[in-house]
């Protein structure tokens, strides 16, 4: 018998960890609107005491509460992760960065968005996302498909969070790029333009780095860079 939902928190730690806990809290306490009880997932990758933050005390609704704790930035924590497995007991998985706080979250609407339109990842709009196509509040239908989605909150049944990890490497662990491979890959995915998340925190990625990474990412995907793929694949939708 499957499990209805879990929060599957990707990353947590420092820089800013009293924030992002703040941000955790309203969020939970956000989705007990539409679950009377769920399980929750997190990847920690400091050593913080996050049994004292997220527990059946202070969250009652949490029925299981999975820690695995790991160094490493961001797809280092999700590639090899030992308990992915217990996801497929799950319907949906809410993925979920760290500095995202949930503005305005209808969690059936993004359900029944995902089956009608036999969509892959699905995403809410983010407000302070890096791409416009990814914040624009004046889509005029509730739906708007996409040809990628920033990563930063996506609806997801088990196996299209397989379909997720397959898109990720080790080696760009800053994940840029990933995005732009939804597209190649042909998965299909769209925003649920009512749906608001906010991106709360400034990126703390080396800039230089993650470049250099995104760059080796598209060659291993037989792209020169990323300037070769977008003249295959244009932007933005």
Not at 113 to 135: A, D, G, Y
Not at 147 to 174: A, Q, V
Request: with cysteine.
């Amino acid at each position: 018998m499957t499990k209805n939902f879990i929060y599957y928190l990707a990353a947590i730690g420092n820089p800013n960890f009293d924030k992002k806990i703040e941000f955790l809290n309203q969020n939970l306490n956000c989705i007990h609107q539409y679950y009377s009880s769920y399980d929750i997932f997190i990847n920690c990758y400091d050593e913080l005491p996050i049994e004292s933050f997220v527990n059946k005390e202070k969250f009652p609704f949490l029925n299981n509460i999975i820690i695995v704790r790991k160094q490493g930035i961001l797809s280092q924590l999700w590639i090899n992760n030992p308990k992915h497995s217990l996801l497929q007991e799950y319907d949906y998985i809410l993925f979920i960065l760290d500095d995202i706080l949930l503005k305005s979250f209808h969690i059936p609407r993004l359900i029944k968005m995902k089956i009608n339109r036999n969509l892959q990842f699905i995403s809410p709009i983010v407000e302070n996302s890096t791409w416009p196509f990814m914040r624009n509040k004046t889509y005029s239908n509730l739906f708007q498909k996409t040809k990628r989605l920033e990563i930063y909150c996506f609806l997801l049944t088990y196996n299209d969070f397989i379909s997720f990890l397959d898109l990720n490497t080790l080696e760009n662990y800053n994940i840029w790029g990933v995005d732009y491979m939804m597209t190649h890959k042909n998965i299909s995915c769209g925003l649920s333009t009512k749906d608001i998340v906010i991106h709360s925190l400034p990126s703390g990625s080396n800039h230089d780095l993650a470049l250099e990474q995104m760059n080796e990412y598209f060659n291993r995907n037989g792209f020169t860079n990323r300037n070769e793929f977008l003249k295959i694949y244009p932007d933005p939708i």
